[in-house]
């Protein structure tokens, strides 16, 4: 028997395991996938190519406040930087990219050329996020609600300024954009950023993606694990081995067993029944948790009914290529940047994220494109390119059919960026929502951000109304998954925050938190008696 089990060995669930692990708990993992990682993995797919077949660029790794202290270096992980963090062409014939260079100045002196005004409003910038950024990452990925890190942030801004930012990081992206800066090509900073999620442009809430990824690109650009994606959940497993924590794979867990209201163990595949003593942490999506591993016995009906709104978000389709040669960009600034966004300017944008909306395969999508051995040269030979790109489908849109046709106009649109790349290719790996999903039963039918990331479905409303968490109804059981605030991207918080979580409520002194808890979301979850 465990102190605590942790279904799941993506990064989250590796986080969890150290953290409860580093406090003295006997914490054992079980990850159904041969190896650890999750979304976290690398393969060599061309011989002598590296490619990371899911996430690639780690910027809210090195910022976030959970992987600070877990000195990932002395497991054997590196970072490597390519020299520009990322570039936007303007369309197909622009040779002038806007990119973000290590130098902020640097930065600023190109967007003057642009429109001189923008120089000066790129350094307002990054002095601002100098001022705030610190505050504002321990808010988003701090516990939930985070009353700590608020009143830090009040501190750092005064009150007075507190609804200006608070309504400047609602701002949708399109708008945020034309208040910043004065030329459309500075604005595709933010723009391109921004639809790393599948918030809308006109939404509120997407620029805040896009100012957070601008800022991190400017401040730490955006590194890589040197030798693939795969060392990192590498140093992070051996992290934890090193804490004490077991990790057993090839281990499906079919259910969560619950006994008086409260999380006592799981059981596998194989029909083993894995006992847990004090917690049991599941990162895994919040559907699997609440409609496949706990009985509908065990959750309450509101809950339930909560979920059949629950909204994913939208299908990835992921062209994995290897290049003879780098990639002959028309701007040649790109072929320093490590990513790159491709889809022309803000109309054409527009224009790709209305089909996505409206349920059409997009004609001209929108790309975020890696060139993964720019930013770390060992991923292939010498003077070549390992590289991805990848694009959306519209929701419920995932059969292979319609991943292919996408694929095939996101090769086009590379094509028309770089004339005569595809002569190149030596290697290409189309990877559809369902291998995407085969490979990670997480990345529900493509997606990657554990649902969607609008406002609707974040802070006290994700994964459902509750406490805005990683606590469940069951007693003992917590989301530790990217379904729980503050949601998708390798920044370790829901994973960190779930283990926070079964911390405070353990044991004597817990006692009063398991009671408010457990009070409160009763109150949430309780269905009303209609007559």
């Known amino acids: 028997m465990s102190d605590a089990l942790v279904v799941g060995a993506g990064h989250n669930g590796l986080i969890a395991a150290i953290r409860l692990a580093d406090a003295g708990w006997d914490v054992t993992v079980l990850e159904a996938q041969p190896q650890v990682g999750g979304a976290i993995r690398s393969a060599e797919l061309t011989p002598g190519y590296i490619t990371d077949l899911f996430s690639a660029f780690y910027p809210l790794a ?19 930087r390519a020299p520009l963090a990322f570039g936007h062409p303007a369309g197909p014939d622009d040779t002038d990219a806007p ?7 640097h930065t600023a002196a190109q967007l003057a050329t642009f429109d001189t005004r923008d120089g000066r409003a790129w350094l307002d910038l990054v002095e601002q996020w100098q001022l705030l950024g610190p505050a504002i990452l321990n808010t988003l990925f701090g516990p939930f609600p985070p009353v700590r890190a608020l009143l830090g942030l009040l501190r750092s801004i005064g009150t007075a300024d507190a609804l200006r930012l608070a309504r400047f990081l609602i701002l949708p992206a399109d708008q945020m954009a034309r208040e910043l800066f004065h030329s459309e090509k500075a604005g595709l900073l933010i723009l391109g950023n921004a639809l790393h999620a599948d918030i809308p442009l006109h939404a509120p809430g997407s620029g805040m993606m896009g100012y957070l990824l601008t800022m991190l690109g400017q401040d730490t650009g955006y590194p890589v694990p040197v030798g693939g994606a795969g060392e990192l959940a590498a140093a992070l497993r051996r992290r934890a081995e090193s804490a004490g924590v077991q990790v057993v794979c090839d281990t499906t867990v079919n259910g969560i067993e619950v006994r008086g209201g409260r999380a006592v163990g799981v059981m596998d595949s194989g029909g083993r029944r894995w006992r847990a003593e004090r917690a049991v942490l599941a990162d895994v999506s919040a559907p699997a948790l609440y409609t496949r591993l706990l009985s509908p016995d ?28 780098k990639i002959p960009w028309r701007s040649e600034n790109l072929g320093g940047a490590g990513t790159v966004h491709l889809g022309a300017d803000a109309r054409n944008i527009a224009y790709s994220t209305a089909d996505i909306e409206t349920g059409r395969v997009p004609e001209h999508p929108f790309l975020l494109f890696g060139q993964m051995s720019t930013a770390d040269p060992g991923r292939s030979p010498a003077g070549t390119e390992s590289a991805w790109s990848y694009s959306h489908l519209p929701r419920g849109v995932t059969d292979d059919e319609a991943a292919h046709v996408l694929a095939q106009r996101m090769d086009a649109v590379l094509e028309a ?5 595809a002569d190149l290719i030596v290697g290409r790996h189309v990877q559809t929502p369902h291998d995407l999903e085969t490979a990670d039963a ?6 990657v951000n554990g649902g969607t990331a609008q406002l609707f479905q974040q802070l006290v409303f994700r994964p459902t109304p509750n406490l805005g968490g990683s606590s469940t109804p069951v007693d003992g059981l917590y989301l530790a998954g990217s379904g729980a605030h503050p949601g998708g991207g390798v920044h370790g918080a829901c994973g960190n925050n779930a283990a926070r979580a079964a911390l405070a409520a353990d044991g004597v002194r817990g006692f009063p938190r398991r009671v408010l808890n457990r009070n409160i979301i009763r109150q949430i979850t309780k269905t009303r008696n209609h007559k």
Do not use: I
Request: proline residues 8%; glycine residues 4%; negative net charge.
């Open 417 to 421: 960026h770089a004339p005569g790349v």
């Open 442 to 447: 997480n990345l529900v039918s493509g997606t």
């Open 62 to 80: 090195v910022a976030s406040p959970v992987f600070a202290d877990l000195d990932l270096a002395a497991h054997g992980l590196r970072w490597s």
């Open 99 to 105: 990119v973000v260079q290590p130098d902020a100045a």
């Open 298 to 325: 065990d959750v309450p009906a509101r809950v339930l009914d909560d979920l059949t709104r629950f909204t994913w978000d939208t299908p990835v389709v992921k062209v994995n290529y290897a290049f003879s040669e």
